[in-house]
């Protein structure tokens, strides 16, 4: 939770400095480089990050040859993205001209899988820190500071440069705890089968990642395709400022997946789906808290980046609410990735083709009707919030038949918040003019307290309360076989 709330301060700095400073061209360049570049290091990491848990689970060979295997692959498969997207860095660039430097861009790709490797084998051992220290003060940081320095420095490259540094600085946030956690591997030989077999094992793993990560993605990528790269930076804006409750969900990924896995090992479904609905109630809710705070006023908030981006609003209403319909299906997943990886990763795929397709019709129609472009590029928003709601009734469905218990829970204290804290908001919206700076700078936490009251308040039982306190310590377990 810490980790979350640091990164929330240190990603708004940079928003309003790409948005202020480089304006929506620069940033849709920037937008839809770093989108391939993070796409060829997710798939560099071939699954590692949730897989290599069960791999030091299952072994009787020294941890820190075994993290050092990984690491290996992970970098072996990074070599060979940055080759492909060196060679072809068109790529990066579908809507522009490749220039200068540019195309040793996907050089980053060997720090970003790297670091992802290290973590994930701290997070075996309980050390989340490293991960709140590298992903929440370090990285964030880094890239609002440097955009801001390279400003001055090199107006058109600034956010590029800024984006390599910041992944370098993250990989030694990473690398330093990781070393110290693991050691050097002495006596350590590579052993190429055992590589192998690790990579081919995940592969699962690493295509559930590759299809959740595209399906909040490829409407970015979509729009690169069919608009000019300043759409795609004005989309991209409302994105990130949208991705702000999604990010709040990765928070309990190192708590729900060793306790889920500790209850599999067991064979306790039960206890599973008590776990996942109880924690998937509060991600709900508290996504659903940041998408009414950021929604009511979401004229108000696009321009506090820039007057350019207002025009994204619409686009950052539409994408909140489908964080919040898709939040139920992610924590779902977060247990069928360990009993029907192969079945949860066949309904991936079909939501992904599916939010493919309605994209591509919602902006022919709009384009059909001669709606306006900012129209049209909401066509994806929409896309992804139908086809992520329809995602997350089918995993939900398909968990509770596994499971045989239900693993969503709806309560009245939901709906009464966001009834309530929109009344609150809607309050401070119709204002005089002369008060608008009230807004944001008034209304917004007036929403969020009043969101909170109610939800604490009459939603709030001494279950709840464990969530947040500190897990102790205990082994990893390794989880049962797949269910058919």
Not at 24 to 44: K, M, T
Not at 333 to 346: C, G, K, M, P
């Amino acid at each position: 939770m810490l980790g979350f709330m640091l990164r929330l301060a240190a990603r708004l700095p940079f928003l309003f400095i790409a948005g202020r400073v480089y304006g929506p061209d620069i940033v849709g360049r920037y937008a839809i480089a770093v989108l391939v570049i993070e796409f060829a290091a997710l798939l560099a990491t071939l699954g590692l990050k949730r897989g290599l848990a069960q791999a030091l689970a299952s072994t009787d060979r020294p941890h820190a040859h075994v993290v050092w295997d990984a690491m290996v692959v992970a970098l072996i498969a990074s070599l060979i993205a940055s080759a492909l997207l060196i060679a072809f860095p068109q790529a990066m660039y579908p809507n522009s001209q490749v220039m200068g430097f540019e195309r040793l861009l996907p050089l980053v790709v060997l720090a970003t899988a790297a670091s992802d490797v290290a973590l994930a084998a701290l997070a075996y051992r309980h050390n989340i820190g490293a991960a709140v220290t590298a992903r929440a003060i370090i990285e964030p940081w880094t890239i609002s500071i440097a955009a801001w320095a390279f400003s001055y420095l090199a107006a058109r490259d600034g956010l590029m440069l800024a984006y390599v540094l910041s992944m370098t600085a993250a990989l030694i946030a990473s690398i330093v705890p990781f070393v110290r956690e693991y050691g050097l591997p002495h006596g350590w030989r590579p052993r190429p089968s055992s590589i192998w077999s690790l990579a081919r094992r995940n592969a699962p793993l690493a295509g559930a990642d590759a299809i959740e990560w595209a399906t909040r993605n490829v409407d970015r990528f979509i729009l690169a395709l069919l608009f000019a790269p300043t759409v795609v930076g004005i989309y991209y804006m409302a994105q990130q400022v949208a991705s702000v409750p999604q990010r709040l969900k990765t928070s309990f990924d190192p708590i729900l997946a060793p306790v889920v896995t500790q209850s599999l090992a067991v064979n306790d479904r039960k206890a599973v789906a008590k776990q996942v609905r109880q924690v998937g109630f509060w991600i709900v809710g508290a996504q659903a808290a940041l998408a009414v705070m950021f929604s009511i006023p979401a004229e108000g908030v696009m321009g506090l980046i820039g007057r350019e981006f207002v025009v994204g609003s619409g686009a950052l209403c539409v994408l909140l609410v489908a964080e919040v319909l898709a939040s139920t299906g992610a924590v779902c997943e977060t247990a069928l990735v360990y009993i029907a990886r192969h079945t949860n990763l066949a309904v991936s795929i079909c939501v992904l083709g599916l939010q493919i397709a309605l994209s591509f019709a919602f902006i022919v129609i709009a384009r059909g009707q001669g709606w306006s472009v900012p129209v049209q590029a909401a066509g994806p928003a929409l896309a992804l919030a139908v086809s992520l709601t329809i995602g997350s009734a089918v995993k939900a469905v398909l968990l509770r038949r596994i499971l045989g218990a239900p693993v969503v829970s709806i309560r009245p204290s939901f709906f009464a918040a966001i009834a309530v804290s929109s009344l609150v908001g809607a309050a401070f919206m119709s204002l005089p003019h002369q008060f608008e700076w009230a807004e944001l700078s008034l209304g917004m936490p007036a929403i969020l307290v009043t969101y909170l009251f109610v939800i604490i308040r009459f939603g709030f039982g001494p279950e709840d309360r464990s969530l947040f306190k500190k897990i102790p310590a205990a082994n990893a377990a390794l989880p049962i076989e797949e269910a058919a």
